[in-house]
């Protein structure tokens, strides 16, 4: 499982907007670069990104080949009731990688 | 005096917003020798400084990871020999490479954390640039973070300091450069659109963002050698430590900022 870094604050005032920012360990290969042989290295990168609040969806994304690697993302939230931030991102692979973090009301 | 003068104002920038030593605010120049800290923009600063965003820290969670891991036949991990790491590994990796008395050589961090597998866990060692060897030197170099560079020399090791200065400063390559051609004499100059530093060691293992992944020391050097067209020397070689530990007291009184962010 690659290393994922997550941080949002542990507690939130109902309506209040906190910062999310989250870093996942990933090659993001764009598929064009050759290795030392000059070899294509194949493609691998994380394709979506999924973010959800409990049962509610907070945001998607389809990322593509002109993404860094070990992406970072960071976005706004407006937590309403406390619940668990679930992100999960999919490789072109298909394996699914995610990472949670509880917040509970201040 | 302008000179002087901007000297002043980039300590003082650079001192504004400094994170904090074992003792104070980091200071990223020490007589004349600066870290390529200095040489970065401030959005690069800034990412370096981060305590979050420094991608780098991917590999020192994963080292943090692998510290307590058990591996190899007789079921011992780091921690069980060593602790935590926190009082452990702190201001080891400001004194590598080191003097190993056993042999008389100098050694590596990345030769000790193998040679502690190889001896202690009886586990098999991790290859140059592999991910865990870098998480572990990545891992237990933050625990030297803001802490001066304080090599071991004099002694057995004088002779391979010698080398290494040899070896820094001899042409080679199609391109016929030395170390000292451009890191000393072009310091400051554009190498194209990259700003030429002094090549300090003192944030290695570094995140790259031209590699966009962790680098060695080793891997810099042969990227350097490389880069003139010069035969690399094999990482653990007898040049490429005696190349180490010249860097190292080059880099004598820079503070460690492993993982720093370099381009």
Known sequence: MPTVRLQAPEKARPGEIVEVKAL??????????????????????LNKVTVTFEDELVLEGDWFIGVAASPFLAFDLRVERAGTLRITWRDDDGTLITAQHRIELA | MSKALALLALLTTSALALPAGAEGPI??????????????????????????????????????????????????????????????????????????????????????INR?????????????????????????????????????????????LERGRELYHARRGQLDLSCADCHDGLVGRHLRGDLISQGQSNGHPVYRLLWQTMGSISRMIQWCMDAVRAEPYPPGSEEAVALELYLAWRARGLPVETPAVRR
Request: proline fraction near 9%; charge should be neutral; hydrophobic fraction near 35%.
């Open chain 1, 24 to 45: 996942v360990q990933h090659p993001m290969e764009s598929g064009f670069r050759r290795d030392a042989r000059g070899q294509p290295i194949p493609r691998k990168i």
């Open chain 2, 27 to 112: 200071l990223y120049e020490v007589d004349g020798r600066r870290s390529g800290y200095t040489f970065l923009p401030s959005d690069l600063q800034a990412l370096q400084d981060d305590p979050f965003e420094n991608p780098g820290l991917l590999w020192v969670e994963q080292g943090r990871l692998l510290w307590s891991e058990f591996d190899g036949p007789v079921g011992r991990s780091c921690a069980g020999c060593h602790g935590l790491a926190d009082e452990a590994m702190s201001g080891v990796r400001a004194r590598y490479p080191r003097l190993d008395a056993a042999t008389g050589r100098p050694v590596t961090l990345e030769q000790q």
């Open chain 2, 116 to 160: 502690c597998r190889r001896v202690q866990m009886k586990a098999p060692p991790w290859s140059w640039e592999s991910a865990e060897l870098l998480a572990m030197t990545a891992f237990i170099g933050k625990f030297s973070y803001g802490l001066p560079i304080e090599p071991t020399i004099g002694g057995p090791l004088t002779s391979w």
